[in-house]
């Protein structure tokens, strides 16, 4: 106080003015301070406070083919889980998965014994579909392991086959890295979970690498690396899937007035690897470009994968395959979806999405599209497709969907004729 006291007044005049301001500034953000942080939780306490997964979808399929009965079934998926809160950077999932067919069985489901009807792959199973636990030690990395769920890119090489009721899923640990434009993912697969129940899983060791640098949205660069080798069942068809691929993507966007512009291109290369039987070296490449004004896009694509006869083509045993080539299937065999002489699509499609909603009709999707096929080696014909599905949501959890895809077939040695059409249902908590 005495050495205030000797200062003059105006200065007396700035310190109660600034003491004032202290003693408001203060009371202020005693006001306004955040509460203090919870304290972390236990792990009873985020087992507790995770969220259920349910999931429960139905399904009419028919399918008319040429050769061989028709076939048809009504299927009930249900879906049962829980997802933990976060505890020390971990969250835990478990996921149960059953599939049920309501009716007579007459469809064959593509576990031995073959039943004398056309093929609907939906095997009655109770499964345990995921049993993950993944850490996130900092905000660029996470790695997850055990049966999970895998989708690379467009799933053209590994994907979850998400339209079928059993899903695939992946005995694995995986790796992921985001270091802002590069994202990179390796992943290790043990034991692959397939379409077909627990019968005919296959046992691997496979290697995933997978990296992608975004310079803007007009260019994405994606590179890959895939290593697989199918151990068991121990039968040449599975040895011979076994395969190394690698190669490169680019995507794109970019806007010319009110004009959206997509655009994708890939390149791989693919040979023998593991235990493999067969001796070969095979190519893949695809371009598709899209142009979306307002709620319709249109799209022109083509795809092209190399074929050397005697089981010697390009693969891709654990893509999404019923997303590729139409949605009649009518290429698969022992999971792979190429002819020994390869193939050859080139396919147009038109997306509709109208804007207008109804309180119980929203989130319309509309998709036609046609495919034309032929063999790669050879330029022999191998037939068209007319793939229509409508799509929308009854509310936020509750959608429907209808499908259809009618392949024409030249006759002799390729696939036969065929039409199927899809009806569902699909709850979501």
Request: proline share 5%; glycine share 8%.
């Amino acid at each position: 106080m005495n050495t205030i006291s000797r200062r003059s007044a105006a200065s007396n005049a700035w310190g109660s003015a600034l003491a004032g301001l202290a003693l408001f500034t203060g009371s202020a953000a005693a006001q306004t301070a955040p509460d203090p942080a919870p304290p972390p939780l236990d792990m009873p306490t985020a087992i507790q406070n995770g969220a259920p997964i349910f999931e429960i979808r139905s399904r009419y399929e028919t399918v008319s083919q040429s050769g061989v009965n028709d076939a048809e079934a009504l299927s009930v998926r249900t879906r049962l889980g829980w997802q933990t809160a976060k505890w020390e950077n971990l969250v835990g999932l478990i996921e149960f998965e059953d599939v049920r067919q309501l009716g007579g069985a007459h469809y064959n489901d593509g576990v031995p014994p073959a039943e004398p009807y056309a093929a609907i792959t939906d095997p009655d199973v109770t499964e345990l579909n995921r049993l993950q636990l993944t850490w996130t030690p900092t905000e660029k990395i996470t790695a997850t392991i055990g049966r999970q769920r895998i989708n690379l890119d467009d799933q053209r090489f590994v994907g979850a086959v998400a339209w079928r009721q059993d899903e695939q899923t992946f005995d694995a640990v995986k790796f992921d890295f985001d270091l802002g434009r590069l994202d990179v993912t390796y992943a290790y697969l043990g034991r692959v979970n397939r379409i077909f129940a627990e019968d005919l899983d296959w046992e691997t060791d496979t290697h995933l690498l997978n990296a992608s640098y975004t310079v803007a949205d007009p260019l994405k660069i994606t590179t890959f690396a895939y290593a697989m080798d199918f151990t068991k069942p121990a039968a040449a068809a599975t040895a011979n899937l076994s395969n190394f691929t690698y190669g490169a993507r680019v995507t794109g966007n970019t806007w010319a007035g009110r004009f959206k512009l997509n655009y994708a291109a890939t390149y791989a290369t693919q040979s023998d690897y593991g235990s493999s039987l067969v001796s070969y070296d095979a190519d893949y490449l695809a371009a598709e470009a899209s142009v979306t004004l307002g709620p319709t896009t249109a799209r022109l694509a083509y795809e092209s994968l190399e074929g050397e006869g005697a089981n010697r083509r390009f693969i891709t045993p654990l893509a999404t395959l019923h997303a590729f080539q139409g949605w009649s299937d009518a290429f698969i065999a022992n999971g792979a979806k190429t002819p020994n002489d390869g193939i050859d699509d080139l396919n147009a499609s038109i997306v509709i999405n109208p804007r207008w909603r109804k309180d119980h009709l929203f989130n319309i999707n509309l998709v036609a599209r046609y495919h034309d096929f032929e063999a790669q080696r050879t330029g022999a014909d191998l037939g068209d497709e007319i793939n229509l599905s409508a799509s929308a949501q009854i509310t936020r959890r509750l959608g429907w969907i209808v499908k259809w895809a009618d392949y024409d077939g030249p006759g002799g040695a390729a696939p036969a004729d065929r039409t199927k059409t899809w009806v569902g249902l699909e709850f979501r908590l």
